[in-house]
């Protein structure tokens, strides 16, 4: 039997096709300079939204499109009772590579009690930049877009994790702390 190890592609695509960060920066942009709206007030209402609906999809497709390490991962916490991190930690990486094909992403720690990354070059703030203003990337609205995304996570995993952003892009990466109560 030959088993596929690697996110199926339909998923990534439609990741890519239904919330892309770029387009959904794009699609920022143009509501703000529209509406005239304050930008920081203004995004952290649209990228909650744009987060919670990206993370549902995500652990939908992620779910109808199961790889070998998915099912691996799901066994193990059936048997173990053992969903952190692992099973949340590969939902996070199906929504990164499908959403921001370009960004890098690293775990510095990862136990039954903590998972703790960093996004170093997400776009988010270069597009930000181009697209809005410097004044507009600097206050990151984008950042809310990933923590509405991991709460979701946590709570569609029926998961008491609490994250936190320790760090945030121009001066550091973005980094995240997720922690199991």
Not at 119 to 147: F, M, R, V, W
Not at 149 to 168: D, I, P, R, S
Request: hydrophobic fraction near 35%.
């Amino acid at each position: 039997m030959i088993y596929d190890y690697y996110f199926a592609d339909e998923a990534l695509a439609t990741l890519n096709e239904e919330f892309s960060l770029e387009k959904k920066i794009k699609e920022f942009a143009t509501k703000i300079k529209k509406t005239g709206e304050n930008p920081a007030e203004a995004g952290e209402q649209f990228f909650t939204e744009y987060g919670e609906k990206m993370m549902r999809k995500t652990i939908e497709l992620g779910d109808k499109y199961l790889d070998r390490q998915g099912e691996i991962l799901k066994q193990v916490a059936e048997k173990t009772g053992q969903v952190f991190p692992s099973v949340p930690q590969r939902y996070w990486e199906l929504m990164l590579m499908g959403t921001r094909p370009t960004a890098k992403f690293y775990v510095y720690g990862n136990n039954t009690q903590i998972i703790d990354f960093t996004i170093p070059k997400c776009p988010g703030y270069e597009l930000l930049k181009e697209n809005i203003d410097q004044k507009t990337a600097d206050t990151l609205p984008c950042k809310h877009g990933c923590l509405s995304a991991l709460t979701t996570l946590y709570k569609e995993l029926n998961l008491n994790v609490e994250t936190v952003m320790t760090e945030k892009m121009p001066e550091k990466t973005c980094h995240f702390i997720s922690t199991k109560r």
